[in-house]
């Protein structure tokens, strides 16, 4: 079974950062494309950014020049670093990963304050 742990989380004024991280156990890591997806109140999950195991990236267009993924398979973890935070990034935050099965984290909560 695959496990999802996110850490990072936290209130934030608009304009910083956070780093978002997230352990995984029970797969072969490094084998898994790894997501991050977000979900704010009333609005549907959404893709945040994406890294596959040949370390392909992609995100959302919301998100691209101030958000970075990355992972380390070494330490099964991957990171999601996120600069000039707006009001608008504040949501739940889901590891998500993805080999034959979709796994997904239970989620850390990210406010920014304007």
């Known amino acids: 079974q695959v496990q999802l742990m996110e850490s990072g989380g936290d209130l934030v004024q608009a304009g910083g950062s956070l780093r978002l991280s997230c352990a995984a156990s029970?797969?072969?890591?490094?084998?898994?494309?790894m997501g991050w997806y977000r979900q704010a109140p009333g609005k549907q999950r959404e893709l945040v950014a994406r890294?596959?195991?040949?370390?392909?990236?992609n995100y959302a267009d919301s998100v691209k020049g101030r958000f970075t993924i990355s992972r380390d398979n070494a330490k099964n973890t991957v990171y999601l670093q996120m600069n000039s935070l707006k009001p608008e990034d504040t949501a739940v935050y889901y590891c998500n990963a993805v080999y034959r099965i979709v796994s997904w984290g239970q989620g850390t909560q990210v406010t920014v304050s304007s």
């Open positions: 890294v596959t195991p040949g370390g392909y990236t």
């Open positions: 029970g797969t072969i890591f490094s084998i898994n494309t």
